[in-house]
């Protein structure tokens, strides 16, 4: 299966930047599409941004401008930098990797990471 690990998060005052990674491992041959959703107290998790191989990335509108999502394949790590961070931002960031092709054969539609806790404060 795949295991994904995030790190960077924490505690910043708005205007501030982070940079989140997110590591995946296993016996992974490719991975279709690698993102970063987020989860903030009461709400729905929403997509954040997403990147697929060598297409391009797209992102929510709240975060346009401000966000910036990249992967390293040959690491299998995703990274998004966060500028300009707002209160709004405030939420639990999970790493997403869709359509993960393995070694075994076996194809595994979607799976996150545990998740990593960015506090904006005003």
């Known amino acids: 299966q795949v295991q994904l690990v995030e790190s960077g998060g924490g505690l910043v005052q708005a205007g501030g930047s982070l940079r989140l990674s997110c590591a995946a491992s296993g016996s992974i041959v490719s991975i279709n599409v690698m993102g970063w959703y987020r989860q903030a107290p009461g709400k729905q998790r929403e997509m954040v941004a997403t990147i697929p191989t060598g297409g391009s990335a797209n992102y929510a509108d709240s975060v346009k401008g401000r966000f910036t999502i990249s992967r390293d394949n040959a690491k299998k790590t995703v990274y998004l930098q966060m500028n300009n961070l707002k209160p709004e931002d405030t939420a639990v960031y999970y790493c997403?990797?869709?359509?993960?092709?393995?070694?075994?054969?076996?194809?595994?539609?979607?799976?996150w990471g545990q998740g990593t806790q960015v506090t904006v404060s005003s």
């Open positions: 997403n990797a869709r359509n993960a092709l393995m070694y075994d054969g076996r194809f595994y539609g979607h799976s």
